[in-house]
């Protein structure tokens, strides 16, 4: 099973719906992020959380909002989807740098969503 | 805010070397990861430097100067399976990792 889990890994609907983009963690890691892809532009922070009461905004926060339930579980929304939000959503989840740690991040496997 | 650029593309032949080169502008800084993402799938971590030089793991190494806003990649005896993209990620205290837009290898025999 993998560490870090992404549901739905893909989701077709329509403007206007909402979504909720779901990420669970068995690393057992204080923070988590959400990432998005797309050609050409690389991966973009959208919302980090470095512990439960904890949330960030991040590059492009617009459009979104997270909700993040439990260590393990930090979720995505996106209140009323538009056809330009059509990407590779990444979950990711990192130690607190130091004592070993560098706190490189561990990527779920991605939630390719599409926006009609 | 942070700026980080790295090429788009590169080529190279199977057995060659080849450097990927990244620049950025930070603030706080606290550390440069390089990452491989393999198309269609998640980004793996390949290295990271925190303080200047050299950090060497098998035919992959990294460089960074802190001075210079500097860090490269260095990919030794390619292989087909190099060909992926490579992604450059700074961190500033207290922040979120940022990527460059990645650079894409292409490796032909």
């Known amino acids: 099973d993998a560490d870090v889990t992404q549901t739905p890994r893909n989701r077709i609907t329509k403007t206007g719906k909402r979504i909720m983009l779901e990420c669970s963690q068995t690393k057992g890691h204080d923070r988590m992020y959400w990432y998005r892809q797309d050609p050409g532009l690389g991966l973009r922070l959208i919302y980090y959380s470095f512990d439960v009461k904890d949330i960030n905004k991040g590059e492009i926060s617009d459009g979104y909002s997270v909700s993040r339930q439990a260590q393990a579980k930090f979720s995505l929304s996106l209140e009323s989807a538009i056809p330009n939000q059509t990407a590779l959503y990444f979950c990711?989840?990192?130690?607190?740098?130091?004592?070993?740690?560098?706190?490189?991040?561990?990527f779920g496997e991605g939630s390719r969503l599409t926006v009609l | 805010g942070q700026n980080i650029d790295q090429p788009t593309e590169m080529t190279a032949t199977e057995g060659a070397i080849v450097q990927i080169n990244c620049t950025y502008q930070?603030?706080?800084?606290?550390?440069l990861f390089w990452y491989q993402q393999h198309a269609g799938e998640a980004p793996t971590f390949l290295s990271y430097n925190v303080l200047d030089g050299l950090e060497e793991k098998g035919r992959f190494s990294s460089f960074l100067s802190r001075s210079k806003g500097y860090s490269y990649l260095l990919l030794k005896e390619l292989q087909m399976k190099d060909s992926a993209s490579y992604l450059c990620?700074?961190?500033?205290?207290?922040?979120?990792?940022?990527f460059g837009k990645g650079t894409t290898l292409s490796v032909s025999s």
């Open positions: 930070t603030s706080g800084f606290n550390g």
């Open positions: 990620a700074v961190n500033e205290a207290g922040t979120a990792l940022i």
């Open positions: 990711a989840t990192s130690p607190r740098p130091g004592q070993g740690n560098t706190g490189e991040l561990f």
